[in-house]
């Protein structure tokens, strides 16, 4: 059984409240209508990913994109990115990186790491809807395993 892209469920790491609008907004003008579930900080999105007990099957099953933004208050985005590919029950999941830096670095860090889009903010709207579109095509040929009961 294959999810469509609208019934995948888009995670935002994201502690600038005005970005995060900004995200969202471009978001659903790009004719996108997923939920949105915000996070402002690494701990709480991770307990989101991970579950009660840390071992990521809470996430069995779930169709979810991760937009993470690099800077956050108490952990960096690489951290977190790291975490979520290292982990088999997440490490599916499309991650698109959302960051201030254009670092060549940075950027190859999070390609290695395992990021599948990096996006530039303030975040443009054409390279957003471009990064988009690529995801749902990551989506249209992801199979996404049932959960194991």
Do not use: W
Request: hydrophobic fraction near 40%; glycine fraction near 6%.
């Amino acid at each position: 059984m294959t999810h469509d892209t609208q019934s995948a469920c888009i995670v935002l790491i994201e502690d600038d409240e005005g970005h995060a609008r900004l995200i969202e907004k471009n978001i659903r003008r790009s004719g996108a209508t997923n939920d949105i579930i915000p996070f402002t900080d690494g701990t709480s999105a991770l307990a989101y990913l991970f579950g009660p007990d840390g071992s990521g099957r809470a996430s069995m099953g779930r169709a979810l994109l991760i937009l993470l933004d690099l800077n956050l208050p108490d952990m960096t985005g690489t951290d977190i990115l790291a975490r979520l590919k290292a982990n088999p029950c997440t490490k599916r999941f499309p991650v698109v990186v959302l960051t201030t830096t254009d670092d060549r670095q940075e950027i190859q860090r999070c390609y290695d790491l395992g990021a599948n889009v990096y996006i530039t903010k303030p975040v443009n709207y054409e390279s957003f809807a471009a990064a988009i579109r690529k995801l749902e095509l990551l989506f249209s040929v992801m199979q996404i395993p049932e959960a194991v009961a």
